[in-house]
């Protein structure tokens, strides 16, 4: 069962913010939102993850909706290296690691 | 600071051989380990997970399995592989309890 639904591609322009949305309307209480993205031919990069409040670190920022239906990452600054499949996946505080990958979303940043 | 390796980076392997891949971490003890494969075109998905020596769990049926002989090794095998197994197969760790996970470059696997 897909928990999260997000669009299938995206343009974003180079130094512009690029601005992911992600569905989770089914998310409970104890499930956390993950982001990972992955350049082609990589393996997966942890970018950030939370739960109930907005989240920033030095790669990207996370808008949780007070709901928590749905999610933003957003990179403030996008340069051609951020192109790359980006997963939002939701898990629940006692999975470990255990990540349901979806389909996610193809970000091509153009200069 | 911890680092996973995972190896070969490619292999080219006949329909009926055996497999075996590689995958190490350092720089923590106790890890929770998986195994993931990617086909063509398509999603990462979870084989095996690991939260101890010789604690595996197999979250698909298939054609592989997988082992743990040392606390921070994971062995990914196949006594004959078949065509279907071809893919970008990831190695993954976690700390214990609740946390992110971190990926290996990855194996990719052609099956001729």
């Known amino acids: 069962d897909a928990k999260t639904t997000q669009p299938p591609s995206m343009d974003c322009a180079e130094g512009r913010a690029a601005n992911l949305p992600c569905n989770h309307s089914?998310?409970?209480?104890?499930?956390?939102v993950y982001w990972y993205r992955q350049i082609h031919s990589q393996g997966p990069q942890y970018i950030i993850h939370?739960?109930?409040n907005n989240e920033t670190n030095e790669m990207a920022s996370l808008i949780i909706t007070e709901d928590r239906k749905s999610s933003t990452l957003i990179l403030p600054h996008a340069t051609l290296r951020d192109t790359a499949v980006y997963y939002c996946?939701?898990?629940?505080?006692?999975?470990?690691?255990?990540?349901?990958f979806g389909a996610g979303t193809q970000v091509v940043v153009t200069p | 600071s911890q680092t996973i390796h995972q190896w070969p980076a490619t292999l080219v392997q006949p329909v009926g051989s055996p497999l075996s891949l590689e995958c190490t971490v350092e720089?923590?003890?106790?890890?929770?380990l998986y195994w993931y494969r990617q086909a063509a075109g398509r999603g990462l998905q979870l084989l095996f997970y690991?939260?101890?020596?010789?604690?595996i769990s197999s979250e698909v049926p298939q054609n592989l399995s997988a082992s743990r002989p040392q606390d921070r090794q994971f062995i990914l095998s196949s006594k004959k592989l078949l065509l279907s197994d071809s893919g970008f197969y990831l190695c993954?760790?976690?700390?214990?309890?609740?946390?992110?996970?971190?990926f290996g470059q990855g194996t990719r696997l052609t099956v001729v």
């Open positions: 993954a760790w976690s700390e214990q309890g609740v946390s992110e996970a971190f």
């Open positions: 089914t998310i409970s209480g104890n499930e956390y």
């Open positions: 939370g739960l109930k």
């Open positions: 996946i939701v898990r629940p505080t006692d999975s470990w690691g255990k990540l349901q």
């Open positions: 720089g923590t003890s106790n890890p929770n």
């Open positions: 690991s939260i101890g020596i010789d604690q």
